[in-house]
């Protein structure tokens, strides 16, 4: 079903991976708790099946549907969504080079640069929508450009079909997208000539804040074996329970990002028009410099938001008003969350890695849920009379 074209994402999400139970005719895919699987004699498991660390049919699933979600040939979930990162690097080998994007989620320098450095990998970063920029970065070492796109926080766009161009003019350099802030609901990097896709899968795959997980979507088979072996070697993979807990949500997948870009378009227009606010990031709006490159790789704008508040008070007395909108870190959720990258999802980068990607102690991110507009509307705004 995945792959016959006449199927649309929306049944896809309800549909593919997510067949009913062949034993039993279970609608829902149960959750297969074993760590191990009886075999039939020496080298003979049932269907494949040896030990839950290299595979499992509720993974199985959800590997399934990511892969179909994404247009790729096949799909490996990990643990967590930096996790999904870390075998992306664990694919490299010493002496590698990494091209990163200079603004994206602050985890993904931290373990770039104090973790996988150590292993004799080296980073460069740059402002990848900027595509003369990433054709200056690659070296004869380059492996990999891994690119966010809208970055988080800032919402820059990078040309996903020009980067990957410029990346195979090369021999041997992969694009890998970090595509968490969009879901597969709104873009597809793999159909623009991506090689990779990466997920948190904690985001809006899940979609209800209750399971962690990450995924790399592949386009080509070595990649996806090397992925399987991974898993199985190192041994980060996703748990049954957290399987389910995203098949559960990728059901629902269409319709939640249907509400959640209408209401992130509605909180965005809001926003650009208070007077209190410096800045407004949101790809939707016509005053972002590259709001027409979002619309034609976009399908829509989503719900990620950001506002410069001026300073590290306003943004103190902004945060302590709200009511509906709840601090915390994460996003993707039906509830809206708001953070402070400065002090929670980039607090990693130190005060000179943030004014090099652009972070101000002003800046706060927010993930529009899919409350009624009106009532975050007015929560935004008696928050902001504060400052």
Same mark, same amino acid.
């Given at each position: ?12 999400? $309800? ?6 139970? #062949? ?5 829902? %895919? ?9 075999? *039939?004699?020496?080298?003979?498991? !049932? ?14 699933? @959800? ?20 996790? +999904? ?13 990494? $091209? ?8 993904? #320098? !931290?373990?770039?640069?104090?973790? %996988?450095?150590?292993?004799? /990998?080296?980073?460069?970063?740059? *402002?990848?929508?900027?595509? +003369?920029?990433?054709?200056? +970065? ?30 195979? =003019? ?12 969009? &879901? ?25 804040? *209750? ?7 592949? &386009? ?19 748990? #049954?329970?957290?399987?389910? /807990? ?20 509605? $909180? ?27 619309? =034609?790789? %976009?399908?829509?704008?989503?719900? %990620? ?5 001026? &300073?590290?008070?306003?943004? =103190?007395?902004?945060?302590?008003? @709200? ?52 009532? /975050? ?11």
């Amino acid at each position: 079903m995945a792959k016959n074209p006449s199927v649309r994402f929306a049944t896809a999400a $309800v549909h593919a991976g997510q067949e009913p139970e #062949p034993l039993t005719g279970a609608v829902s %895919m149960p959750i297969f708790a074993t760590s191990t699987y009886v075999q *039939d004699g020496l080298g003979k498991p !049932r269907q494949g099946y040896e030990y839950a660390r290299v595979s499992n049919p509720t993974r199985d699933r @959800l590997e399934t549907s990511l892969a179909a979600l994404e247009g790729g040939i096949a799909a490996r979930v990990f643990s967590s969504g930096m996790a +999904a990162i870390h075998a992306v690097c664990q694919m490299l080998r010493a002496g590698d080079h990494v $091209v990163c994007g200079h603004n994206v989620y602050g985890g993904t #320098p !931290r373990l770039f640069n104090q973790v %996988m450095s150590t292993f004799g /990998l080296e980073f460069s970063y740059i *402002d990848t929508s900027d595509p +003369a920029a990433v054709h200056r +970065a690659i070296r004869g070492n380059t492996r990999l450009v891994f690119v966010e796109t809208p970055t988080n926080p800032l919402m820059q766009i990078t040309d996903i079909a020009q980067t990957a161009e410029i990346c195979h =003019r090369r021999r041997n350099v992969d694009l890998v997208v970090d595509n968490t802030f969009m &879901s597969p609901c709104l873009q597809q990097p793999l159909r623009h000539g991506a090689d990779m896709v990466v997920h948190s899968t904690t985001k809006f795959l899940n979609g209800h804040s *209750d399971g962690l997980g990450g995924a790399v979507v592949c &386009s080509r088979r070595d990649q996806a074996e090397r992925l399987a072996f991974l898993q199985k070697a190192a041994g980060a993979i996703l748990s #049954p329970f957290e399987c389910f /807990l995203i098949l559960r949500g990728i059901r629902t997948l269409a319709v939640r990002i249907r509400q959640h870009d209408e209401n992130g378009r509605a $909180v965005a227009a809001f926003l650009a028009s208070h007077r209190k606010l410096k800045q407004v990031f949101y790809p939707g709006l016509l005053t972002h410099p590259q709001h027409e490159l979002a619309g =034609r790789q %976009m399908s829509g704008f989503g719900s %990620m938001i950001a506002i410069e508040t001026g &300073s590290l008070s306003n943004a =103190r007395r902004f945060l302590r008003r @709200l009511k509906l909108c709840l601090l915390a870190e994460s996003l993707g959720g039906v509830e809206t969350l708001v953070s402070h990258p400065a002090t929670m999802t980039h607090a990693a980068l130190g005060p000179e890695g943030r004014r090099a990607a652009g972070i101000t102690d002003g800046l706060v991110r927010l993930s529009i849920g899919i409350e009624d507009a009106q009532d /975050l509307i007015a929560d935004l705004d008696q928050a902001l009379s504060a400052m």
